[in-house]
């Protein structure tokens, strides 16, 4: 069984940066594809960015050139740095990790940007 705690969601003015972790347990991270979804109010969950085991990495037409993927198989961590943060941005963030056929998720972090 693999658990993924997320950290670093808040509050952040527009225009702000803000970095979200997720820590993953087990002994697999590294054979893993773990990526951030997010899901706000009333809409369906999307995925935001994806990092595949061999470093290969997606994005959400919405985020790219503002967001940043990235993972450490030492840490079995798997990071995301927003910047130049939105109002739209605002949802829950969570954490999947995928490895030999099996997913699972975080509980999620809160991001708010006001508008």
């Known amino acids: 069984q693999v658990q993924l705690v997320e950290s670093g969601g808040g509050l952040v003015q527009p225009g702000g940066s803000l970095r979200l972790s997720c820590a993953a347990s087990?002994?697999?991270?590294?054979?893993?594809?773990v990526g951030w979804y997010r899901q706000a109010p009333g809409k369906e969950r999307e995925r935001v960015a994806e990092?595949?085991?061999?470093?290969?990495?997606n994005y959400a037409d919405s985020v790219k050139g503002r967001f940043t993927i990235s993972r450490d198989n030492a840490k079995n961590t798997v990071d995301l740095q927003m910047h130049s943060l939105k109002p739209e941005d605002t949802a829950v963030y969570s954490c999947?990790?995928?490895?030999?056929?099996?997913?699972?998720w975080g509980q999620g972090t809160q991001v708010t940007v006001p508008s």
């Open positions: 999947k990790l995928t490895v030999f056929g099996n997913t699972f």
């Open positions: 087990g002994s697999f991270f590294s054979r893993s594809t």
């Open positions: 990092v595949t085991s061999s470093g290969a990495t």
